[in-house]
């Protein structure tokens, strides 16, 4: 069983950043595809970026290419999400998630482990 905790959320002002961390442990990270998802209230959970097993392929969302970066240290078992320019709209719950493949998908179904969210909020 994978666990999955995520850290480095919080608040802050429009166009200041944050950086977010998530730690696996329990299985063989370095072969698992990894994502970033978020869920605004009354919104359904949506894919923010994703990053295949060693690093050399990258997904982002529209919304967040060019401001966000998504990165992996397979030696310390973490993913990264470096948010830059944040954005009133980017406040929501953010959650990592394992996928049990070395390439990433863009969908919160192709995704088998979750986090229990970091809550970012971001004010105008």
């Known amino acids: 069983q994978v666990q999955l905790v995520e850290s480095g959320g919080g608040l802050v002002q429009a166009g200041e950043s944050l950086r977010l961390s998530c730690l696996a442990s329990g299985g063989t990270f370095s072969t698992y595809a990894m994502g970033w998802f978020r869920q605004a209230p009354g919104k359904e959970r949506e894919f923010v970026a994703a990053?295949?097993?060693?690093?050399?392929?990258?997904l982002y969302a529209d919304s967040v290419k060019g401001r966000f970066t998504i990165s992996r240290d397979n030696a310390k078992n973490t993913v990264y999400l470096q948010m830059n320019s944040l954005k009133p709209e980017d406040t929501a719950v953010y959650y990592c998630a394992a996928r049990t493949a070395l390439v990433p998908v863009p969908k919160p179904t192709a995704f088998d482990y979750w986090g229990q969210g970091t809550q970012v909020t971001v004010s105008s």
């Open positions: 990053i295949s097993w060693r690093g050399g392929s990258k």
